[in-house]
């Protein structure tokens, strides 16, 4: 009987939905049977990209289905954004805030890159929240052309001053439809949101029941903020993180065809790669992806006897075909580890660099140093050049050529890697940008010269830089070469990592040779752009083989030396069971602040005079000649 009854019931449920489309106002995505799972529209992800203690008025998102989405700012004090002179610099501001979560984090807002992988940050807004200029306020412009249903999610706390002097209690939520500033709350279920002391949560704004804003381009969400300290002004703030939007389509969206071209540096195809794209990996050997819904995804192609390739594309209205270059497994590099720098946290964030020591050497002097193209480097922040033509660090990691040896033997993974980079723009009155690396080989032969470097210009079709220029000095004042070098021109990649491999072997007079120095210059069709785009370098190395007629056999192991206590404040104690080590004591930047030999197997070094932070100390032996540094901490 069941089966004789559903027959009937399915035909009439049939014509009920032929029925409903055929009334002239009927639309179909009303019907709840044809409607489509909720789309990711907007999300905004807040990484170190954005800069550091600095007011902003506006933040892009990192993904949009739908143009035109933004966050701008409203401050509480008249004259925002302040520059560093004014007495409100930094007050009711937004900025960016290093206080990440897992909270409402969507990989494919973020190009796919994992939540651990990602270098999350977050955004605060600062105390006061009112002022002469009314109150603080975020405003998210979340165009919904085409989607209904929305959905609003972000990650939020209070970071005030305790659980019960909070920097704000509530966020205050309303939203306007028309583009004309008329708020409402009208169809919002909750329009005040307890914030929690110290405690990211998901807050979640339905406007599922706000007709106005579905297919609206011109849809503003605004957050406001309400306690009982508003005027309060003692630094504190509420910080945000991972803000996303949600709605279902009216129609499903279109999807694409991505094809991967994958090919090594003479032009010729590689078989049997294996590509991931977002978070899809191909069969080996197909490089097809279809029906791929539009979005920004990073991707990584790996191929047997090759180096990995790591990159991002954007789908967005037809197939597409893209193009991969893959540099072949370098043969190992012949030798001993005599020079490295690693280039991590320790390196000042957002600041013009002139020189860097290595993280180890086996010959004391080895330094990076730095000659900028414009003239009066390096800036200060109120310059107008401030930032421009400079090497700063940058955080791009990569394993391609990491010497855990030369770096305290600690794995990548737990490295806490950054970069350097070269900004633009790379001529100018004083010339052009120069990397200068100082790598003595006193006691050793037979150098290679090895680093990972990319380009990071706007696009492939407008690099920051295209080569490298290479040449080489053997005498302290010059000049400058290029002989017995198999190629002094470095084709560099757009936004791929390669390892570049100089083979100085067969050149004998940088054998045993305090002097030797490598340089590194930048050429392309745009040298003279200033567009704040960079080439980035990693993992600068040097290997060598002991000089044979020194009398030194074998490997010489650099000597041991201990710090106590590290970190330290008024002085360092400095022991080693070797006897006659130079100490030397260096900052960041290179500078020798203090130089002492040991009589005995300790020394004492007062410190008290010295500005909290990150310092190098290097014990350099008299017998061997041979040297190591460690991270001294001062606080």
């Not at 990995?308 to 991969?324: F, K």
């Not at 706007?458 to 290029?482: F, R």
Request: net charge negative; hydrophobic share 35%; aromatic share 10%.
């Amino acid at each position: 009987m069941k089966q004789q009854t559903a027959i009937p019931s399915l035909l009439f449920f049939l014509f009920f939905l032929v029925s409903l489309n055929a009334g002239s106002m009927a639309k179909p995505y009303e019907v709840s049977v044809q409607k489509n799972d909720a789309h990711l529209i907007h999300f905004w992800f807040f990484g170190g990209d954005l800069p550091n203690d600095t007011p902003l008025e506006q933040i892009e998102p990192t993904y949009q289905l739908v143009e035109g989405s933004m966050i701008s700012y409203h401050s509480a004090l008249e004259g925002y954004p302040f520059d560093p002179d004014h007495p409100n610099w930094r007050k009711a501001s937004l900025e960016r805030r290093n206080a990440p979560t897992a909270l409402n984090y969507l990989p494919q807002g973020n190009g796919w890159v994992p939540y651990d992988q990602s270098g999350m940050r977050g955004i605060q807004v600062r105390q006061p929240f009112t002022g002469d200029g009314g109150e603080n306020t975020l405003y998210l412009h979340i165009p919904t052309t085409g989607h209904e249903e929305i959905v609003v999610r972000f990650a939020a706390k209070d970071q005030g001053d305790s659980a019960e002097l909070m920097a704000a209690e509530e966020l205050l939520i309303d939203y306007s439809a028309g583009g004309n500033g008329s708020w409402t709350t009208e169809g919002l279920d909750e329009t005040s949101l307890e914030l929690l002391h110290e405690a990211y949560q998901v807050f979640e704004v339905s406007l599922s029941q706000v007709e106005s804003a579905n297919d609206n381009p011109d849809l503003v969400l605004r957050i406001r903020f309400d306690g009982p300290n508003m005027d309060l002004d003692q630094g504190d703030r509420v910080a945000f993180n991972n803000i996303s939007v949600e709605g279902v389509p009216f129609e499903a969206p279109d999807k694409y065809t991505v094809t991967f071209i994958v090919q090594d540096q003479a032009g010729v195809s590689i078989p049997d790669a294996v590509i991931t794209l977002g978070s899809v990996t191909n069969e080996m050997g197909d490089y097809v992806f279809e029906e791929v819904l539009p979005g920004q995804y990073n991707y990584i192609v790996t191929a047997l006897g090759y180096e990995e390739v790591t990159g991002s594309l954007t789908v967005q209205d037809a197939d597409l075909d893209h193009t991969v270059v893959m540099a072949e497994e370098p043969d190992d590099i012949p030798g001993e580890l005599v020079h490295f720098w690693f280039f991590g946290g320790d390196l000042p964030n957002d600041t013009p660099l002139e020189q860097i020591v290595p993280t180890f050497n086996q010959v004391d002097n080895a330094l990076v140093t730095y000659h900028s193209a414009l003239a009066g480097y390096p800036f200060d922040e109120d310059h107008p050049n401030w930032r421009k033509a400079s090497m700063e660090r940058r955080n791009k990691p990569t394993e391609i050529n990491y010497r855990p040896g030369g770096n305290q033997d600690i794995p990548f993974e737990d490295s806490g890697m950054r970069g350097i980079q070269v900004r633009q723009p790379f001529v100018g009155d004083a010339g052009e940008n120069t990397l200068t690396l100082h790598l003595p080989t006193t006691g050793y032969m037979n150098p290679v010269l090895s680093f990972a470097a990319k380009d990071n210009g706007e696009s492939e079709t407008l690099m920051a830089a295209e080569e490298l220029v290479i040449d080489y000095a053997t005498e302290e004042d010059g000049p400058w070469m290029t002989s017995g070098l198999e190629s002094p021109i470095l084709p560099l990649l757009f936004e791929t990592y390669q390892l570049y491999v100089l083979d100085f072997s067969g050149i004998q007079a940088v054998n045993n040779n305090p002097h030797f120095r490598v340089r590194i210059r930048f050429d392309g069709p745009n040298p003279d752009l200033d567009e704040g785009d960079r080439v980035v370098f990693n993992n600068i190395a040097m290997d060598a083989d002991i000089l044979d007629d020194t009398g030194i056999t074998g490997t010489v192991n650099p000597p041991v030396f201990s710090l106590y206590p590290n970190p330290a404040s008024q002085q360092v104690s400095i022991h080693s069971d070797e006897t006659g080590l130079v100490i030397t004591l260096f900052d960041l930047q290179g500078r020798a602040l203090y130089r002492q030999p040991m009589e005995g197997q300790q020394l004492s070094v007062s410190t008290g005079h010295l500005s909290p932070g990150i310092y190098i100390i290097r014990a350099t032996s008299t017998q061997t000649g041979q040297g190591v540094s460690q991270r001294l901490v001062i606080r």
